[in-house]
């Protein structure tokens, strides 16, 4: 019988024996037996492509499908995480669970990149599959993990106006700096400067946080009227 269940291979064997009405020789004949093994052709474990992922911050999620290679004869939950990059990526659902009516049925997980504000530069996360069922064909498997590669949208820098500033003397110009990521520390930008008899900034320093990174702040340009 061709099932969908792990049976493992097993050996049979079929007795011969001889019976006649009238031909006692046939009567007579010793038994004998016949050895056949059957192979069993299912096996446990989980069909997936274990080739790698790429997600980016800010872009669209990759789902990539699970199901089982045979029928079980309990329940089977496949666990996915990583141990690595995990703040980097979402993985849902976590958890996939397989009965016996929908083994063979495709099942989703859908990989995110989570979308923060730092600068973190491209990361690779270890996607590790572990098996928990009361089956002892599956409880046992072994699973393949696969890579998935997060790509940054974040980047270091000063928003500001760059454009070249023109003061007349008396008389200032406001100016607003603020930074293009949050910062992993404190960033403190200086303003130096030639000509103090001339020019004044203030304040002559700004220094930014996890909490104001993304808050304009303002810095005043003054010609020193010299009359």
Same mark, same amino acid.
């Given at each position: 019988?061709?099932?969908?269940? +792990? #049976?493992?291979?097993? @050996?049979?064997?079929?007795?011969?024996?001889?019976?006649?009405?009238?031909? !006692?020789?046939?009567?007579?004949?010793?038994?004998?037996?016949?050895? *056949?093994? *059957?192979?069993?052709?299912? /096996?446990?474990?989980?069909?997936?492509?274990?080739?790698?992922?790429?997600?980016?911050?800010?872009?669209? !999620?990759?789902?990539?499908?699970?199901?089982?290679?045979?029928?079980?004869?309990?329940? /089977?939950?496949?666990?996915?995480?990583?141990?690595? $990059?995990?703040?980097?990526?979402?993985?849902?659902?976590?958890?996939?669970?397989? @009965?016996?009516?929908?083994?063979?049925?495709?099942?989703?997980?859908?990989?995110?990149?989570?979308?923060?504000?730092?600068?973190?530069?491209?990361?690779?996360?270890?996607?590790?599959?572990?098996?928990?069922?009361?089956?002892?064909? $599956?409880?046992?498997?072994?699973?393949?993990?696969?890579?998935?590669? /997060?790509?940054?949208?974040?980047? !270091?820098?000063?928003?500001?106006?760059?454009?070249?500033?023109?003061?007349?003397?008396? &008389?200032?110009? +406001?100016?607003?700096?603020?930074?293009? &990521?949050?910062?992993?520390?404190?960033?403190?930008?200086?303003?130096? $400067?030639?000509?103090?008899?001339?020019? &004044?900034?203030?304040?002559? $320093?700004?220094?930014?946080?996890?909490? #104001?990174?993304?808050?304009?702040?303002?810095?005043?340009?003054?010609?020193?009227?010299?009359?």
């Amino acid at each position: 019988n061709n099932d969908a269940f +792990v #049976n493992g291979d097993v @050996t049979a064997t079929v007795t011969l024996s001889t019976s006649s009405e009238g031909d !006692s020789i046939y009567n007579e004949l010793e038994s004998v037996t016949l050895p *056949i093994t *059957i192979i069993d052709n299912d /096996v446990a474990g989980v069909e997936y492509l274990t080739t790698g992922l790429t997600v980016t911050e800010g872009g669209d !999620s990759v789902t990539r499908a699970f199901k089982l290679k045979s029928q079980p004869a309990s329940d /089977v939950t496949l666990h996915l995480s990583t141990d690595k $990059y995990a703040e980097r990526i979402t993985i849902s659902p976590s958890q996939l669970t397989f @009965t016996q009516s929908d083994w063979n049925e495709l099942k989703h997980v859908t990989f995110t990149a989570v979308n923060d504000d730092t600068v973190n530069g491209t990361t690779m996360s270890i996607i590790n599959i572990a098996v928990s069922s009361s089956d002892k064909s $599956y409880s046992d498997i072994s699973t393949t993990s696969f890579n998935v590669i /997060v790509n940054d949208n974040d980047t !270091s820098g000063l928003v500001y106006v760059s454009s070249p500033v023109t003061i007349t003397e008396g &008389s200032h110009v +406001v100016r607003t700096f603020k930074l293009k &990521s949050e910062p992993k520390f404190n960033v403190t930008v200086n303003f130096n $400067y030639e000509h103090d008899d001339r020019l &004044s900034v203030s304040p002559s $320093y700004i220094t930014f946080t996890k909490s #104001n990174w993304n808050v304009e702040h303002a810095v005043t340009f003054s010609a020193v009227d010299n009359i």
